[in-house]
């Protein structure tokens, strides 16, 4: 009775998060974009963005209770400081291009900035910018990088159980005849039939 009381407290604490819905809304914008860039390129809706972004969510989670429990067993440990650190880190690095929307690069980047702050260890600004600071400075870096080394891993593993839905082929009658058109959304796709 116990371990359901845990089970429902920990669903409870998932939906209740920001950040579960920060990152929906990603999901949900990165499809409609690549929805418009297939119907600029070939003038077709190739997959709805709404059965990607359900399909992504569902494999997402499948894949974060798999990534929460192996992160349990080799003790990493994340406060929320250091959460909040790298979905701003993500965000902020987005913003130049989003392919940089990566917590590896993210994790990097809090890693450098630690370790310039620590080698200022003189430097104590106060108000909101100490406790930034001080956030910066305690961060437990190798528990950042088991998380960006977790998630790799898991998105290595649903590439390879949903790549299979990103390739897509579709015939066209044009002027000069028919052509077949092979799409490959996915990098690794030939390896998965």
């Known amino acids: 009775m116990a371990v359901v009381n845990y089970i429902r407290e920990a ?30 390129l ?3 809706r190739l997959q709805s963005s709404i059965t990607q972004t359900i399909r992504a969510v569902l494999g997402g989670m499948l894949i974060g209770t798999i990534v ?10 994340l406060t929320l400081g250091s959460l909040i650190c790298i979905w701003v880190a993500t965000l902020i690095l987005s913003l130049f291009r989003i392919r940089y929307l990566c917590f590896a690069y993210a994790a ?3 890693g450098v900035l630690q370790f310039g702050l620590n080698l200022a260890s003189g430097w104590q600004p106060s108000g909101w910018m100490g406790s930034v600071t001080e956030t910066l400075r305690t961060l437990d870096m190798p528990a950042l990088l088991v998380l960006a080394a ?12 949903q790549g299979y839905r990103w390739h897509h082929r579709f015939s066209s009658r044009e002027n000069a ?12 796709g030939p390896f998965l039939y």
């Open 11 to 40: 669903l409870l604490q998932l939906f209740i998060q920001p950040f579960y819905y920060i990152a929906v809304i990603l999901i949900a914008l990165i499809y409609h974009r690549q929805l418009l860039q297939e119907r600029k």
């Open 42 to 44: 070939f003038h077709v």
């Open 108 to 110: 990097g980047l809090l």
């Open 68 to 77: 929460s429990i192996v992160s349990l067993f080799l003790g990493a440990h």
């Open 177 to 188: 005849g028919n052509w077949l058109v092979d799409i490959n959304c996915n990098s690794s």
């Open 150 to 161: 977790l998630l790799h891993m898991g998105e290595a593993l649903l590439v390879r159980m």
